[in-house]
């Protein structure tokens, strides 16, 4: 700060202007002494006690002047010596009082940034000392999120991100628009978009195989066992939400795998996103192998509906699924079998997965509204109703048909639910641009609320409707249908509505595993070159082709991959990175060490109970 002596209100111009001495007579100013007072005096922050500057107190009635006023160089003394230097001097003796009286410099303001509160390290003193004094060891995750915060200030100080062309950091998350359903031009959406996206991405392949699945666990044990299983996978998903703040910290686009980056360090993310590949590479396989079957039944019904079971011309007679029900026809050749029909996929889908922009398919995420919707009508009007032929219609809960109210093989479901809630590494994609974050929480527990609600309709509906053993529900339950059957025609449009979403669903699929997979290994390049494309796309292809021919039983796939994947990814992560936060904020219990290690410890028993199956 800045201050200038000046002489009350009177101007320096005139020469004979007068200073009030120590013996009390007036003298005029010295041209020296007014080129100081002109100049002015550079100090700390002016006082604003009420004295002059020999303590002496202001008042109205005794100096003329107001209260927190400067002290006027009519109260400076002055000894008559016109030597500016020197002990005792007029100059000497008013700037020490000055400095006296002025408070210490006040320190720069310097921004104040947030960081997690962090434990303090334990100090160990040196071998054969007792030095504890000795700073202890680098906290590896507050230098991760330094080094983030610093990279992130960085590239905001080249240009604002407010400008139009402004430099951001390098993007490395998954384009929100490949999971909503709706995408508006302001990039907001409103909660009913979150919430109908969130269910449209869980509504996935698991709906097909949820009546086998309730027949591994027993239909009492299997109705329990889908709410605890979406009590447990919708906490963990919250804890994600939370902490990776609704998908944006200081302004920046992160996923979870940032976030197990910033508190659990490089190892844990990299170990979180290969499982994360793997599951959406298991997705794969599971829709390679119902677009086969889905492609097989179209044909059968097209060829074999209206040819005689007794003397069919193009078609084969196969066994029915059980014992109550009727045979089936079905059209094979040469050129149309289980190993060519995989094939003749690839030469559709493999140009499709190695298109560098998919945003035409985002565009199409809405028609998977549309046949869950539909399949859900067509799988509650074949239940309540009776047509010949269909494996389906009313109540069959006799001692016949082997109803069991728990099953020990209830880790196959549990298996499958895990895969079935799985949203995990797209929540804070779609919750990222809500136009009210405050209701992620809300939204989120809807969307798990409506995705349950789904699982128990279709599948205790098709389990109590199937008429034969239940032991005869197929992994996939539109195999039971009959293709000479009268109602084969509802379950023919939603197998061509379902062949149709999986054609524009699955190149997004491997559009995620590629970009998660090179920007992993390849420092934060999706598109290193169109080789890498080419091979990466390759081993998926090739994989699911082999799966397809030779293990296509897609219940197994999905309890495995659901078990394995989701013990890293929906178990074992959210709540190590949730324990590592209440370590940092010293909230750290026993109650909550307790969650943690039983979660995880849940999620172990899940792995180990797939391979116990009876």
Partial sequence: HFA??????????????????????RRPLMPSQQELLLTGVEYGTPPHRDVNVNGEPLTPDGSGRSP????????????????????????????????????????????????????????????????????????????????????????????????????????????????????????????????????????????????WAIQQAGVALGTATIIIMMLITLFTCQIIVRHGEGGMINGQAVEFGDVIKIYLGTKAYIVSQCFSILTLCGACMVYWVLMTGFLKNILNFLVCHDEDIDDPVHCTVVPPPGPDLLPALEYTSAYWNGVTIPLYLSVVLFPLMNLRSVTFFTKLNALG????????????????????????????????????????????????????????????????????????????????????????????????SFQSKKVDIQQNFLDNFNVTAESYIYAFIA????????????????????????????????????????????????????????????????????????FVYVFAMPMLVDREVLRHKEEYTWFGAFKVWSLIAFGIANVVGQFLHV
Avoid at 8 to 17: A, D, F, T
Avoid at 154 to 167: G, I, R
Avoid at 438 to 460: F, H, P, Q
Wanted: proline fraction near 7%.
């Fill in 495 to 566: 197998q061509c509505f379902l062949l149709l979403q999986f054609i524009t669903v699955l190149p997004l699929l491997a559009y995620i595993v590629r970009f998660q997979t090179l920007t992993m290994i390849c420092n934060g390049d999706a598109w290193p070159s169109v080789w890498h494309v080419l091979g990466l796309n390759c081993v998926i292809v090739t994989a699911s082709i082999l799966v397809t021919i030779f293990y296509p039983h897609i219940g197994v796939i999905l309890r495995y991959c659901g078990s394995i994947c989701g």
């Fill in 68 to 211: 927190n006023s400067r002290a006027s160089a009519e109260q400076i003394p002055w000894d008559g010596n016109d030597s500016w230097n020197g002990g005792g001097s007029w100059l000497s003796s008013s700037w020490a009082a000055i400095r006296q009286q002025a408070p210490p410099r006040s320190p720069k303001r310097k921004q104040i940034e947030f960081k997690p509160p962090q434990k303090p390290s334990p100090v160990v003193p040196r071998k054969g000392t007792s030095d504890t004094t000795r700073p202890g060891p680098i906290d590896p995750r507050a230098e991760a999120m330094k080094n983030h915060r610093f990279r992130y200030q960085f590239y905001s100080k080249l240009a604002p991100a407010t400008q139009a062309n402004a430099l951001i950091m390098p993007s490395h998350v998954i384009p929100p628009n490949l999971f909503t359903i709706s995408w508006s031009s302001e990039g907001t959406q409103s909660s009913l978009v979150s919430i109908l996206s969130i269910w449209n991405t869980m509504m996935g392949t698991s709906v097909l195989a949820m009546p």
């Fill in 4 to 25: 200038t002596l000046t002489l009350n209100s009177r101007s320096l111009e005139n020469e004979n202007e007068m200073v009030v001495g120590r013996d009390g007579e």
């Fill in 369 to 464: 509204v549309v046949s869950v919707v539909y399949l859900i009508g067509f799988i509650l009007f074949t239940t309540f109703s009776d047509f010949p032929g269909s494996p389906f219609g009313g109540l069959h809960v006799e001692r016949r048909y082997n109803v069991e109210l728990v099953n020990p093989n209830a880790f196959s479901l549990v298996g499958v639910l895990t895969l079935s809630y799985f949203i995990h590494n797209g929540s804070l994609s779609i919750l990222r641009n809500a136009q009210n974050p405050k209701n992620n929480a809300r939204d989120l527990t809807i969307a798990y609320c409506l995705g349950c609600g789904t699982y128990l309709t279709v599948g205790t509906c098709l389990y109590l």
